[in-house]
């Protein structure tokens, strides 16, 4: 019996996982963020919040770009511009 690992041509090693990607809710993400759902809505709708996914009817938020997104919105001083 020949193992698929030979048929690959592989020595046997297991490929790299992919990176796993966390979508959120948009309740979770309001929590995360610790905004009201309200508040997130909106700033959907505005188009100065966050970016989010639309997966048919449902909207994500990927973890990852929620921190980014907050990183970013990160300020020294109330003086500075943004």
Known sequence: MTSQSSLMGGTGSQRPAAP???????KEA??????????LAKARMRGDGPPYIR???SIRYAEAALLQWMKGRQRMS???QS
């Open 30 to 39: 309001a929590r995360l963020l610790k905004v009201s759902l309200s508040w």
């Open 55 to 57: 997966i048919g009817r």
């Open 20 to 26: 796993s990607i966390v979508l959120l809710t948009a």
């Open 78 to 80: 109330t003086s500075e």
